[in-house]
């Protein structure tokens, strides 16, 4: 059997990390076994879909490198094909159409509730109906007997017995299909294998099985994933902070630390907390996916992307951390090499918003010094001590870090003081603050026209105050 997979998000919001997490081990479970997958987009809610969510889920699996064989596919193309199938379990008697007003059912299910009865359509127009009125709807004629049984490779076995489904409505007064109308053409139609999705969906799965039967198609495999909670036990929403996958890309995560993270979501290996793509792939498994909720840990998650940072090529960090450099107004071609710049930031960066924002001075001028940091190292006669730095890096042969480290050793050994009496004026003189890499890294990153120019400026400032 060749595996099929799908993701099928409603673009009615951005791409959330629940739906990112259920893309993801769709995508590895047809990359795991050679399968295809599939992007699907179901926009019949036409009220609250755009063409901006669905370029935001576009963007969000572009980022997170989850590229897919077929598609996108969008429902909204496909009403022609709905309306057939619609028209076929119409004819084959397993389908019909409900005339019942919105007070009736309304009514309905008021005193169902007052009786402490489950709320469900009784069945009215089954039968048929001998003085029709008004715009109808189209039910499923559901089994009245028997059970469904769902071997949920997440779940374990699941049985539902007929009776308590009620006949969902799959199209509505004005002719549109409804959502288990759509997903289950849809799947019959892109011969999806394997159906993962998370367990919000278990209700419907029973519904959309006994569609797939009615219509004579081959059921999928099902694996209903749970779902993730913020820290306080609700379920993942907006108030816990930043949930839409781009927004994770804004505050300075890789999309690789991001899908580690999100693998390991409700996903193990012993225990392993780093994975690469590749080792992700080849050890993946649904049936190892724990039943229980997950719970979202921010901290846990910086704690991956520092990894990441450290471990990654210099020049794969580099092409993530060149968007933040463009965020701030900067060329990364008017200053070193991003990549030297990474290697040089990524110990101490546990973002790329840190490492972009600690970066930005070897690219621009800093408009001022930072107070605490002028206070402690622009003493009276620093400036001498800077002005000797300055002549010593002019008559430097080679911009090389060593050279560069000598002369700071050399100038502070003439000058008889400590090291740091030396380096740490440099360091304000050339960052504007009192934290930065090695100084013979940075020296060598700013470049000798920069250092020289700031060592003028910082001279020309400590003489004044």
């Not at 289950?184 to 209700?203: E, F, L, Q, Y």
């Not at 060149?322 to 900067?330: K, L, N, P, T, V």
């Not at 700031?454 to 400032?461: Q, S, T, V, Y």
């Amino acid at each position: 059997m060749s595996i099929r997979t799908r993701f099928a998000p409603s673009p009615t919001g951005y791409l959330h990390v629940g739906g990112a997490r259920t893309a993801l081990f769709s995508w590895l479970y047809a990359r795991k076994h050679g399968g295809r997958f599939i992007l699907r987009i179901e926009d019949t809610d036409l009220e609250r879909s755009s063409q901006e969510s669905v370029n935001a889920i576009l963007e969000g699996m572009t980022w997170l490198g989850l590229e897919y064989d077929e598609g996108p596919f969008y429902q909204t193309q496909r009403f022609d094909r709905y309306k057939e199938v619609i028209q076929q379990l119409l004819d084959q008697g397993d389908a019909y159409y409900c005339y019942c007003s919105r007070e009736e059912l309304d009514a309905l299910r008021e005193q169902q509730m007052a009786n402490k009865e489950k709320p469900r359509y009784n069945g009215k127009c089954r039968h048929g109906v001998s003085n029709p009125s008004g715009e109808p709807v189209v039910r499923f004629k559901n089994p009245e007997s028997g059970e469904v049984v769902i071997d949920d490779l997440v779940k374990g076995r699941i049985v539902v017995a007929n009776k308590e489904l009620d006949d969902l409505i799959i199209a509505r007064s004005d002719g549109t299909p409804t959502y288990n109308l759509t997903v289950v053409v849809d799947d019959m139609d892109m011969g999806v294998t394997h159906v993962i999705r998370g367990d919000d969906h278990v209700n419907n799965t029973p519904r959309q099985i006994n569609i797939l039967q009615a219509l004579g198609a081959p059921l999928p495999i099902y694996a209903h994933v749970p779902m993730i909670l913020g820290p306080d036990g609700a379920r993942l929403s907006k108030r816990h902070g930043a949930v839409s996958v781009m927004q994770y890309r804004n505050d300075g995560y890789l999309p690789e630390a991001l899908l580690n993270y999100l693998v390991r979501l409700g996903w193990s290996h012993g225990d392993q907390e780093l994975f690469s793509i590749e080792q992700m792939i080849e050890l993946f498994e649904l049936e190892k996916v724990n039943v229980s909720a997950s719970t979202f840990n921010t901290d846990k998650l910086i704690w991956l992307n520092h990894q990441y940072i450290m471990n990654s090529d210099p020049a794969h960090v580099a092409r993530h951390l060149a968007w933040h450099m463009g965020e701030r107004g900067i060329d990364p071609a008017t200053g070193p090499a991003l990549s030297e710049v990474v290697k040089a930031q990524r110990e101490r960066c546990k973002t790329l918003v840190d490492m972009a924002n600690d970066s930005v001075y070897f690219y621009r001028d800093f408009a001022e010094y930072d107070d605490k940091a002028v206070k402690k190292n622009f003493k009276a006669g620093v400036d001498d001590v800077l002005q000797h730095l300055r002549d010593q890096f002019g008559a430097l042969a080679d911009w090389e870090a060593d050279a560069l480290h000598q002369v700071v050793l050399d100038s502070a050994e003439r000058l008889q003081l400590n090291l740091g009496k030396v380096a740490q004026p440099l360091r304000v003189a050339v960052c504007g603050g009192s934290v930065s890499p090695a100084i013979d890294v940075t020296l060598k990153l700013l470049g000798r026209e920069k250092t020289l120019n700031r060592l003028d400026r910082a001279i020309e400032f400590i003489k004044k105050v």
